[in-house]
C-alpha cells in the first residue's frame, strides 16, 4: 500500500530566510503525481506545488520549490524568502494517475510552519 | 469559479443523533471526493463520485456513513445514529477529469458529536 511520511511535526523560520519540508513515500507504481497542499489555521487547503514523477525537472510555483529524488523516494518542498502568511500546516500528498485503481489523494500527516518575524 | 463551498462550516450534535453535510463542488467539475481529517493528522479518503456514480468507497466508510450526488453537481454526506468517534473536519474536493488533475477542497465541515 501507498504511504506518505512526513518526518518534522514542527518547523520554524524566521521571515526572509528558507525552510526546507521533507517528505518521503512508499510506492510501487512507476507513474504518480506528488503535492504540497498548504491548510492555514481554520482556513481551506489550498494547492501549492505539483510534481509529475515522469518529469525530471523539479516543478516550481515562485518561491516555492521542491527537490524531487525519484529514487529514493523524497519530495521536499523549498520555501524561499519565508513570509508571515507562509505560516500554516503543510502536507504532502501522492495520487496515482486517472485511470489507475483509485482516484483518492493519500496525505502525510502534516508538518506545522511557524514564521517568526 | 467561485471555489468549493459546503454548509454547515460548523455542527454541534448529540450521540445518536443523525446528520447531513452538503457540498457544492466549482461548476464544471465533474469529480467530487469526500475525506474526513482529525485533529494532528492529515486527511484520510472516504467516497469519490465521477458525475452521479459512487465509484470508489473507503473501509472507513461504515454503514452508518453514506453519501449521495444525486444530479452529479452537489453531494450530500449523512452520519447516522452519530458517535463521539464521528467528530472530526469533514473535507469536499472536486476536480475536472483531466490526466494529473488537481483537487481543489472547500473549506470543511467541523463535527463536534456530544
Known amino acids: 500500500a501507498q504511504t506518505v511520511t512526513q518526518s518534522q511535526p514542527e518547523m520554524s523560520v524566521q521571515e526572509a530566510e528558507t525552510v526546507t519540508l521533507s517528505c518521503t513515500y512508499d510506492?510501487?507504481?512507476?507513474?504518480?503525481?506528488l503535492f504540497w497542499y498548504k491548510q492555514p489555521p481554520s482556513r481551506q487547503m489550498i494547492l501549492v506545488i505539483r510534481?509529475?514523477?515522469?518529469?525530471?525537472q523539479n516543478a516550481t510555483e515562485n518561491r516555492f520549490s521542491v527537490n524531487f529524488q525519484k529514487a529514493a523516494k523524497s519530495f521536499s518542498l523549498k520555501i524561499s524568502d519565508s513570509q508571515l502568511g507562509d505560516a500554516a500546516m503543510y502536507f504532502c500528498?501522492?495520487?496515482?494517475?486517472?485511470?489507475?485503481?483509485?482516484?483518492?489523494?493519500?496525505f502525510g500527516t502534516g508538518t506545522l510552519l511557524a514564521v517568526q518575524p | 469559479d467561485t471555489g468549493v463551498s459546503q454548509d454547515p462550516r460548523h455542527k454541534i450534535t448529540k450521540r445518536g443523533q443523525n446528520v447531513t453535510f452538503r457540498c457544492d463542488p466549482i461548476?464544471?467539475?465533474?469529480?467530487l471526493y469526500w475525506y474526513r481529517q482529525t485533529l494532528g493528522q492529515g486527511p484520510e479518503f472516504l467516497t469519490y463520485?465521477?458525475?452521479?456514480?459512487?465509484?470508489?468507497k473507503s473501509r472507513l466508510l461504515s454503514d452508518r456513513f453514506s453519501a449521495e450526488r444525486p444530479k452529479g453537481s452537489f453531494s450530500t454526506l449523512e452520519i447516522q445514529r452519530t458517535e463521539q468517534g464521528d467528530s472530526a473536519m469533514y473535507l469536499c474536493?472536486?476536480?475536472?477529469?483531466?490526466?494529473?488533475?488537481?483537487?481543489?477542497f472547500g473549506p470543511g465541515t467541523r463535527l463536534l458529536v456530544l
Open positions: 474536493a472536486s476536480s475536472l477529469e483531466l490526466v494529473g488533475e488537481t483537487q481543489y
Open positions: 510506492t510501487s507504481e512507476s507513474d504518480y503525481y
Open positions: 510534481q509529475e514523477a515522469y518529469k525530471q
Open positions: 500528498a501522492y495520487r496515482i494517475p486517472y485511470g489507475g485503481a483509485t482516484n483518492k489523494l493519500i
Open positions: 461548476s464544471e467539475h465533474n469529480r
Open positions: 463520485f465521477q458525475n452521479e456514480a459512487q465509484l470508489e
